[in-house]
């Protein structure tokens, strides 16, 4: 078994390979596993009630047909490719679906599934608002209280204080882990390369949180000792926008001699910057998931119910932790990625741009449509635009 | 079977049989327009708002403020041909092409105004333009660019913007006992955060005297319009999509005055009433195809419906989101901030238990089934939008339900709200056409079934 006999960077390649592999082992032994989709439904609530969070992507390489007669072809091909694998049977491992209202077409998604794929029976749909306001974060948690409720019911236990607080510790302890990976890309050359890295993260999000966080701890020993580090490349890089679960962007961007060091994506830092703060209860949980995690989804502003705009300031409160890691990381360049269709990452394109540009930072906007087909076109432009970094 | 319409008496080289009372409230929202310069040029605040079903309208006009919508004003861009240069100064900002139609516009009408013209309205603008704005009301119901756009404003203007928030559920969600108490709680909470906001940026109290006879007058206005569309059900449908669509922004935003806005609506309920009685259809040709639109059509190409409607295509219900919602009773509720929630939250959730019983989760499916049921539709024309996923997203499920659950069949017509280029008339008079075919199977293969129309 691929799983009991690998560890380090070979296991998570494994994973990344074979997504569903690990979790179907566990449904067997009787676990049961609840998909959940983007950053916002709280896993740690999953984990404490000793069920597995396993994060749905979709996959570049699968055409899409059966989400045609479900979906539209003017939406995110991101969560097309999801309700498209959920129709093929790709997630019947799944005991649980869960959702969030991060955007309009992903909260569709939920209804999707259970209008179509109708398959596991449980499902639920967490309405995250679209603000940080202090009556958002109240709200918030009263629906992280209402799933909290839906999920006890569907495990046949109570959640108690002392199991939320061991998840809670657990994921804490997997996000700490995650930032000590991307410290090994700090060198130059980094001691990782973007597309191990991706490997290890699409891991985590496949993996229960115990199992995950050894798998941190044994890649991040045999990398600080490895012998065969990464080549130094011309330029180093930050990458930015929604998810992407594929390690073929990266693989272009190095291929045209530029390493990928860090990033500000939903498969990326995204997940992991920010601690759950104590105490370790719903409203920490609500404060973490709709104001610590940085996403485009949420409205934020410099200073509450301010009088006047001050569009640098507002570009410093919206993008301050970029510079903090174009600094840490030594950044020399930004691509700027996003999938099709995807609202609240197209308005901020230009903004962001004008941000690195006062930072002295070059960047590269680029569009797909998640499938590996549609980079092909990038590739002329990532190799022009690291020609001009070198 | 419908073939009961008698052509009007009055102008029949026209097609559509345009209601009366349709065009002094259409003209209500151009008055805004026109006030806003107004307000602007003597140095008071001006607003430009989202669509926000009501929620931050009413508030606003208690406190005396001029108000435009730029996705209204985008509207009347398309339709008088004048997007274009728009569009074109936001790519050359750097915005992606896939944003919203409305989004791209306003966002290169901003460009112009204050990089090329330093805070000068553009010439080219219709209606005088939109007044540069004191305060960005965006909202979080339904679409993301709401609150995105606005955001990205930010580039443009120093005004600041504010967000109104609104739950979005899913339909079981929707449903749950102890929720409607903890959002009416939670939308008194952002509402009174609002005002806090309005009284400090603007340096006057709220006048609660006013808004409460703003939300009275809302209340009436809704009540009003949801009379009309009743009325429409009737054979043959009396009002065209196209006077709804024109006729439409005094009650989906409050344009105008709110009361002269009632006395129109009422004007139109009885001529709409008239034409039921005498049995007199929308359009000046024989009812042979009752047909309901979904969602936002091409403003660039209205007449496009003239064609149809020569065809005997009576459009006879269209874009459910944007009618007024079945009235609610406030008859227990004496806070008008709780009425206020209660009104704007009702629009959302008032579908979510039917669509359960109905075992449906998406409530947009629901309430195109409800509207095929009680408008007896022969077919449904959707229109899928390049540049807007809140009203395309939910049309396959609509599609699929009204297929599998009633047999009426829809035509399916990709195109845009903005860019006419991606629409095309003719080619879709031709799957018009052939989709008559369709329809006239379906009323058999329903009729089969024991359905009464």
């Known amino acids: ?390 | 079977m419908s073939e009961t319409a008698t052509p009007a008496k009055t102008d029949q080289k026209r097609a559509i049989n345009r209601l009366k009372s349709m065009y002094p409230l259409r003209n209500l929202v151009q008055q805004d327009y026109i006030d806003t310069l107004n307000a602007s040029n003597e140095g008071k605040p001006t607003v430009w708002a989202m669509l926000n079903y009501w929620e931050g309208d009413l508030p606003l006009k208690a406190m005396g403020l001029n108000i435009v919508y730029p996705e209204n004003y985008s509207t009347l861009l398309a339709s008088t041909g004048s997007a274009e240069s728009f569009l074109d100064a936001s790519d050359s900002d750097g915005y992606p092409t896939h944003l919203c139609g409305y989004g791209r516009s306003t966002i290169g009408y901003s460009y112009r105004m204050m990089k090329d013209l330093n805070g000068r309205i553009p010439p080219e603008a219709p209606l005088g333009g939109m007044a540069k704005p004191t305060l960005l009301l965006g909202s979080g119901i339904i679409c993301d660019a709401r609150f995105k756009w606005f955001q990205a404003l930010g580039r443009y203007f120093d005004a600041p913007q504010w967000v109104l928030e609104m739950p979005m559920m899913g339909t079981a969600e929707g449903t749950e006992p102890d929720l409607e108490g903890y959002q009416i709680k939670f939308l008194v909470r952002e509402l009174q955060a609002f005002i806090a906001f309005l009284e400090k940026l603007l340096g006057r109290k709220m006048d609660w005297a006013r808004l409460e006879e703003l939300i009275d007058l809302a209340v009436k206005i809704h009540e009003t319009n949801w009379q009309i569309s009743e009325l429409r059900k009737s054979i043959p449908g009396p009002m065209h999509s196209t006077d709804f669509w024109s006729s439409m922004p005094p009650s989906l935003f409050f344009a105008g005055d709110m009361a002269t806005a009632l006395k129109l609506y009422q004007d139109m309920l009885a001529e709409v009433q008239e034409r039921v009685n005498n049995k007199i259809a929308g359009i000046n040709y024989p009812e042979k195809y009752r047909i309901v639109f979904s969602e936002l059509p091409p403003w660039h190409s209205l007449k496009f419906f003239d064609s149809l409607a020569e065809k005997g295509w009576n459009f006879v219900f269209e874009s459910r989101g944007y009618h007024a919602p079945r009235p609610l009773d406030f008859s227990h509720v004496s806070d008008p901030l709780e009425k206020l929630a209660r009104l704007s939250r009702n629009f959302i959730f008032s579908i979510h238990p039917c669509a359960l019983e109905d075992g449906i989760a998406n409530p947009v499916a629901e309430v195109y089934l409800q509207t095929a049921r009680e408008f007896k539709a022969d077919g449904f024309f959707l229109h899928p939008l390049i540049s807007c996923r809140a009203a395309s997203a939910g049309l396959r499920s609509v599609q699929d339900f009204l297929m599998k659950r009633l047999n009426v069949p829809t035509l399916w017509v990709e195109g845009d709200i903005i860019d006419k280029r991606v629409f095309n008339p003719q080619e879709t008079l031709a799957r018009a056409e052939a989709f008559e075919q369709t329809m006239e199977h379906y009323r058999k293969v329903r009729k089969a079934q024991g359905l009464d129309w």
């Open chain 1, 1 to 390: 078994m691929v799983i009991a006999m690998t560890k380090g960077l070979s296991l998570a390649r494994g994973v990344y390979q074979d997504r569903g592999l690990r979790m179907r082992e566990l449904r067997k032994s009787g676990k049961k596993i609840i998909g959940y989709i983007c950053l916002y439904p709280p896993v740690e609530i999953i984990t404490a009630l000793g069920m597995i969070p396993f994060r749905i992507f979709g996959d570049m390489n699968e055409t899409i047909t059966a989400a045609d007669q479900v979906s539209t072809t003017l939406v995110c091909p991101f969560l097309r490719s999801i309700i498209d694998l959920a129709l093929k049977g790709k997630f019947n491992f799944l005991d649980g679906v869960v959702g969030a209202h991060t955007c309009d077409i992903g909260a569709g998604l939920i209804l999707q599934w259970r209008d179509f794929v109708k398959s596991p029976n449980f499902s639920h749909l967490l309405d995250v608002p679209h603000t940080d306001h202090a009556p958002a974060v109240d709200y918030f948690e009263g629906q992280i209280n209402s799933f909290k409720r839906h999920l006890e019911e569907f495990a046949g236990q109570q959640l108690t204080d002392d199991k939320l607080a061991k998840a809670i510790e657990l994921h804490n302890t997997q996000r700490k882990l995650v930032r000590q990976l991307y410290d090994l890309r700090k060198p130059d050359p980094p001691l990782l390369t973007s597309m191990e890295n991706l490997e290890v993260l699409v891991a985590l999000f496949s993996l229960p949180v115990d199992e995950g966080n050894e798998l941190l701890e044994n890649v991040i020993a045999d990398v600080q000792e490895r012998k065969d580090k990464p080549d130094k490349k011309k330029a180093r890089l930050l990458v930015w926008g929604p998810v992407f679960d594929n390690t073929s962007l990266y693989e272009l961007i190095e291929s045209a001699g530029a390493s990928v060091v860090v990033d500000d994506t939903c498969v990326g830092t995204r997940a992991f910057w920010a601690d759950v703060k104590p105490p370790y209860d719903l409203h920490s949980l609500a404060q973490h998931y709709l104001v610590d995690i940085k996403c485009p989804r949420t409205y934020r502003q410099a200073q509450p119910a301010e009088l006047k705009k001050n569009y640098d300031k507002d570009l410093e409160s919206r993008f301050d932790y970029i510079k903090k890691a174009v600094t840490d990381w030594k950044v020399k360049g930004a691509i700027l990625q996003s999938v099709k269709y995807c609202d609240t990452h197209g308005y901020e394109v230009p903004n962001l741009r004008h941000y690195l540009d006062g930072l002295g930072i070059p960047s590269l906007y680029i569009e797909h449509d998640y499938s590996e087909r549609s980079l092909a076109p990038i590739k002329t432009r990532v190799e022009a635009f690291v020609e001009t970094l070198g």
